[in-house]
């Protein structure tokens, strides 16, 4: 059994800063992928960034030089730091993985959602 938990959220002025984490717990032989994505209300998930085993990064165009997106490997965790938020930030952000749990396939992931509102 494999989890996914989010931490960081909150409500934040326009300008302001925020830091999520997202841990992996469970049976983990190795993680690939981990990345951010965001759903806001009445629109569909995207991708906001996200980040190899390797440390390449990929980031949604609307986010490059705000949020970055790191990993420490030692503790299955992926961070996104959050600087400069607008208010078309707010939305429920969800942690992405994909895990493999011993000699079985890699599988994707998600986390429960932690809200992020930023106020104008």
């Known amino acids: 059994q494999v989890q996914l938990v989010e931490s960081g959220g909150g409500l934040v002025q326009a300008g302001g800063s925020l830091r999520l984490s997202c841990a992996a717990s469970?049976?983990?032989?190795?993680?690939?992928?981990m990345g951010w994505y965001r759903q806001a209300p009445g629109k569909q998930r995207e991708l906001v960034a996200e980040i190899t085993s390797g440390g390449s990064t990929n980031y949604q165009d609307s986010v490059k030089g705000r949020f970055t997106v790191s990993r420490d490997n030692a503790k299955n965790t992926v961070y996104l730091q959050m600087n400069s938020l607008k208010p078309e930030d707010t939305a429920v952000y969800y942690c992405n993985a994909d895990i493999r749990s011993g000699i079985l396939a890699y599988r994707n992931y998600w986390g429960q959602g932690t809200q992020v509102t930023v106020s104008s």
């Open positions: 469970g049976s983990i032989f190795s993680i690939n992928a």
